[in-house]
């Protein structure tokens, strides 16, 4: 009787061995033979714009002026005045960022999904403008942003956009092609030395720092 008792005891011990070694060797299995999961969602992670959801766009014609019509904060959609302006859409402008900001760069984004007259589309961001209609939300005198990142549709920066901003320290200007900065659009950025563009993005205009 106590011989089977113990040898009962002894396989009960056994299976508890290998199931715990079945589940640390699953466990271990798991992140060994997945490393590109793993990889992939540490760089979601890192390449998110987190100053997205602050960036405020209007859409502009081709002369990069905004086509008349009103913003509402709440549904983030744009209403224009004339719906029959909508042809003369060639993109959006940036024109500041909303209040409450968080992060400490501004990364401007390719494309942008956005709303007008009811109607959501995916829009080139062409430039950044000065727009008297949006005054309190210019970029410009902004002490909170260090770095800036303008990606390839962006051709154009209106005179003053960034003027004044005290602790910019970081320019840097991704695309090909090139990219005009009115005057003054950068003045008296006095950390700021020279934009860099690491894929040989060519910038027309002068006096861009004052």
Not at 41 to 52: H, I, P, Q, T
Not at 63 to 89: H, M, Q
Not at 123 to 143: F, H, M, W
Request: proline residues 4%; negative net charge.
């Amino acid at each position: 009787m106590k011989k089977r008792l113990v040898l009962k005891t002894t396989l009960i011990i056994a299976l508890l061995a290998v199931m715990v070694g079945l589940s640390v060797y699953s466990t271990y299995a798991i992140w060994t033979t997945m490393p590109a999961a793993s990889v992939v969602f540490e760089m979601g992670v890192v390449n998110e714009n987190a100053s997205l959801k602050y960036q405020l766009f209007v859409p502009i014609n081709a002369d990069n002026e905004r086509i008349d019509g009103s913003y509402n904060f709440t549904t983030k959609e744009y209403t224009l005045t004339n719906p029959a302006d909508s042809v003369n859409v060639i993109g959006l402008a940036l024109v500041g960022m909303e209040a409450g900001i968080t992060v400490d760069f501004l990364q401007i984004p390719d494309i942008h999904d956005f709303s007008i007259d009811g109607v959501i589309s995916t829009l080139p961001v062409k430039a950044v403008i000065i727009d008297t209609e949006y005054r309190n939300y210019y970029l410009r005198g902004n002490s909170v942003l260090i770095r800036i990142i303008i990606p390839q549709n962006v051709n154009y920066i209106g005179s003053g956009a960034f003027v004044s901003m005290t602790n910019l320290t970081t320019l840097i200007i991704h695309g090909t092609g090139d990219i005009l900065l009115g005057e003054y659009s950068f003045a008296d950025c006095r950390k700021l030395t020279t934009p860099q563009t690491p894929d040989g993005r060519t910038i027309t205009g002068t006096k861009y720092l004052g």
